[in-house]
């Protein structure tokens, strides 16, 4: 148990050794088990700058290596894009998650395990675990969950930034795959397992480790993880695993990596825009919904599988899927250096100032108002053809100007100021230029 100083330094602040093991659930009980949710620290977003390590990390052992991973930059942006979009509601409320949780420890719990307990710090490791892949299988076969779940399968690449792309709506509904741990697991302990969780998964998004031998057996690994990636047959439906491989060997959903797998979407949606990547299933659905022919068949679209049509399996005819001829190529259109280096350059910037603001967080009209200017740089990944390109550009760089000129933004680091007022200004010029030479 901390001292009250050690608390709040521990609350602030993780080491080093403590924020690498983080990544891997290597935390121990007396390290991580404190008595309030209030005490327990922030750990995903701690790990931002671990995120980062292990991404460049990537990008020069795979520049290294001849069969490498590919890193886009179009695609690495909208990745990072939607892990950040998918932060933003924290910002203006407590996560549903948590909310629900205390909520119904509060008024249901049937008994009250002791906080400081290993032995209840390791049944919430296991039932957060069991409670996730519950979850994960339910977002692949109800239609109405994989409209957010499907955000995170839509790159057609594999690597770190892929495990950062994930959907702002699915918080709404894995909330309700955890509450029976409320009756029983204090808040406190069930919040710490809920952001291990979560962290463990990003590392094992890379095509760089093969194998780990007999751990495989046990935990959820790169090899797994690509399967549940992959489009092709084989991997439709397996390996829903959050930390543990053991739920997907118990509950039959497990495959093991054989054929290369290609990944993606069965039916990729071929851009980069994060509104579309984020939001584009939904009217889909809408769509489905009204066409379907009574109300049985309505009820079937939202409930049912995604490959589900009247006649098929609940979870459609694997034979419906998409053959997988060896051939395929991500949607990779083509950019000039030009280009490439302002989105990039305007995104870092922009980065800095979305450190900012989960560093004070800020509430109210401005997370919507940075939601807004935030897109808008990333529709030049898919924009930079139409003509009114540069316009819209421009406009989302005044925009920013203002917020910075107002006080409403302000870079993580204060000498950034300047050099981001610099290349706000110079925006209009670089946009038109960058688009003209994409155009010829």
């Given at each position: 148990v901390l001292s009250p100083g050690q608390e709040k330094l521990h609350l602030n602040n993780v080491t080093v050794s403590q924020g690498v093991r983080m990544l891997f659930s290597l935390m121990t009980p007396n390290e991580s088990s404190f008595a309030t949710v209030q005490e327990v620290p922030k750990y995903v977003n701690q790990a931002t700058p671990y995120f980062s390590g292990l991404?460049?990390?990537?990008?020069?052992?795979?520049?290294?290596?001849?069969?490498?991973?590919?890193?886009?930059i179009n695609d690495f942006i909208t990745s990072l894009s939607a892990g950040m979009m998918s932060r933003l509601p924290q910002l203006v409320m407590r996560s549903l998650e948590l909310s629900a949780y205390i909520y119904v420890w509060n008024n249901?719990?049937?008994?009250?395990?002791?906080?400081?307990?290993?032995?209840?710090?390791?049944?919430?490791f296991l039932g957060v675990d069991m409670g996730y892949y519950w979850f994960h299988r339910f977002a692949h076969e109800l239609n109405i969950l994989w409209a957010a779940?499907?955000?995170?399968?839509?790159?057609?690449?594999?690597?770190?930034?892929?495990?950062?792309?994930q959907s702002v709506t699915q918080q709404f509904s894995s909330?309700?795959?955890?509450?029976?741990?409320?009756?029983?697991?204090?808040?406190?302990?069930?919040?710490?397992?809920v952001q291990f969780n979560l962290l463990y998964q990003f590392w094992i998004h890379t095509e760089l480790v093969k194998d780990l031998g007999p751990l495989e057996w046990i935990l959820?690994?790169?090899?797994?993880?690509?399967?549940?990636?992959?489009?092709?047959?084989y991997c439709i439906d397996k390996n829903y695993a959050g930390i543990l491989i053991i739920w997907d060997r118990m509950f039959g959903t497990f495959a093991p990596e054989s054929d290369k797998v290609v990944y993606g979407l069965t039916h990729p949606i071929s851009t980069f825009q994060i509104w579309t990547v984020e939001f584009l299933y939904y009217p889909y659905l809408w769509q489905r919904f009204w066409e379907a022919?009574?109300?049985?068949?309505?009820?079937?679209?939202?409930?049912?599988?995604?490959?589900?049509?009247?006649?098929?399996?609940?979870?459609?005819?694997?034979?419906?899927?998409?053959?997988?001829?060896?051939?395929?190529?991500?949607?990779?259109p083509t950019w000039s250096p030009a280009m490439q280096a302002y989105v990039l350059v305007q995104f870092l910037l922009l980065l800095?100032?979305?450190?900012?603001?989960?560093?004070?967080?800020?509430?109210?009209?401005?997370?919507?108002?940075?939601?807004?200017?935030?897109?808008?740089?990333k529709m030049l990944l898919c924009l930079s053809s139409r003509a009114n390109a540069a316009e819209m550009e421009?406009?989302?760089?005044?925009?920013?100007?203002?917020?910075?000129?107002?006080?409403?933004?302000?870079?993580?680091?204060?000498?950034?100021?300047?050099?981001?007022?610099?290349s706000l200004t110079d925006t209009y010029i670089i946009t038109i230029v960058s688009i003209t030479d994409h155009l010829s």
């Open positions: 991404i460049l990390l990537e990008i020069v052992l795979g520049w290294l290596k001849t069969d490498g991973p590919r890193i886009k249901f719990r049937l008994l009250e395990l002791p906080w400081d307990s290993a032995w209840t710090w390791w049944l919430a779940h499907q955000v995170h399968h839509s790159s057609e690449y594999y690597n770190l930034s892929t495990a950062l792309r909330w309700a795959f955890y509450l029976p741990l409320a009756l029983m697991v204090p808040p406190s302990v069930f919040a710490v397992h959820n690994t790169p090899s797994h993880h690509r399967v549940h990636h992959g489009r092709n047959p022919e009574g109300i049985s068949n309505k009820l079937s679209v939202i409930f049912k599988g995604p490959g589900w049509t009247p006649g098929k399996p609940r979870l459609g005819d694997i034979a419906d899927i998409p053959q997988i001829t060896g051939e395929e190529m991500p949607h990779d800095d100032v979305y450190n900012n603001l989960l560093k004070d967080q800020t509430v109210g009209t401005f997370s919507f108002v940075f939601f807004f200017t935030f897109t808008k740089n421009m406009l989302r760089c005044v925009l920013i100007m203002a917020l910075q000129q107002f006080g409403y933004i302000k870079p993580l680091v204060p000498l950034l100021a300047f050099p981001i007022e610099v």
